[in-house]
């Protein structure tokens, strides 16, 4: 019922663009911080970018840095990641999670610390 679900995952060239949505279902965003996240198989999960409940303040992965850009449609009650220049190395399921604002840095939402909610994930494959 309260959940949040990672679209548009797929498979793309190296060098191509792409574009994952988070909606959120049983509850509205705009009081939550949001991160997406990414785990390759065998690696760890890793925080990827993080955007604060008004959409003001952003924090970035250095490996995606200038390539990636979080937003977020708080009317749509959705945050978006769009891709562009992909590599092979960007190959995932990504993940997106939200944490009421309250308190809470985005240093932290970095590290996935003390999310209250996480989507299933949604695979994206960058491969010639």
């Known amino acids: 019922q309260l959940q949040l679900v990672e679209s548009g995952g797929g498979l793309v060239q190296p060098g191509g663009s792409l574009t994952l949505s988070c909606a959120a279902s049983g509850f509205s965003l705009d009081r939550y911080v949001i991160g997406w996240f990414r785990q390759a198989p065998g690696k760890e999960r890793e925080g990827v970018s993080c955007i604060n409940n008004s959409g003001s303040t952003t924090k970035y992965a250095d490996s995606v840095k200038g390539r990636f850009t979080i937003a977020r449609d708080n009317a749509k009650n959705t945050v978006t990641l769009q891709m562009i220049s992909l590599k092979p190395e960007d190959t995932a399921v990504y993940y997106c999670?939200?944490?009421?604002?309250?308190?809470?840095?985005?240093?932290?939402?970095?590290?996935?610390?003390?999310?209250?909610?996480w989507g299933k994930g949604t695979l994206v494959t960058v491969s010639s």
């Open positions: 999670a939200a944490k009421v604002s309250t308190w809470y840095a985005l240093s932290r939402c970095m590290v996935g610390g003390g999310m209250d909610y």
